[in-house]
C-alpha cells in the first residue's frame, strides 16, 4: 500500500537518470530497493520511520531506520531522500 500511494496508478515507474543509476548501483535495481526497504522499515515496532538515504562517504544509497522522530542525517551522516 505505501508504494502504490506514492504515484497515481501506471505513472509509478522510475525514469532514467541519476537516481535510477545509483537504486540500481546500490540495490540491484527499483523491485529490489522496495523489497529491502519494505523489509527493513517493516520491523520498526511502535514510532519510527525508514529512510532512503544517500552516503556522501561511499557515494551509495543506504535504507536505514530511525526510532521516534530520530533525524537520519544528524545521527547516521546519511542525507536523506526518501
Not at 548501483?25 to 523489509?39: H, I, L, N, V
Not at 520491523?43 to 530511525?66: D, F, H, M
Amino acid at each position: 500500500l505505501f508504494w502504490e500511494n506514492l504515484a497515481s496508478k501506471g505513472s509509478s515507474e522510475i525514469k532514467d537518470g541519476a537516481l535510477k543509476a545509483a537504486i540500481t548501483e546500490s540495490f540491484g535495481g527499483f523491485e529490489d530497493m522496495k523489497k529491502e526497504m519494505s523489509a527493513t522499515t517493516i520491523a520498526v515496532q511502535g514510532s519510527g520511520w525508514g529512510w532512503l538515504g544517500y552516503n556522501p562517504k561511499t557515494g551509495r544509497l543506504e535504507i536505514a531506520t530511525r526510532a521516534n522522530q530520530d533525524p537520519l542525517q544528524a545521527t547516521t551522516g546519511l542525507v536523506p531522500l526518501l
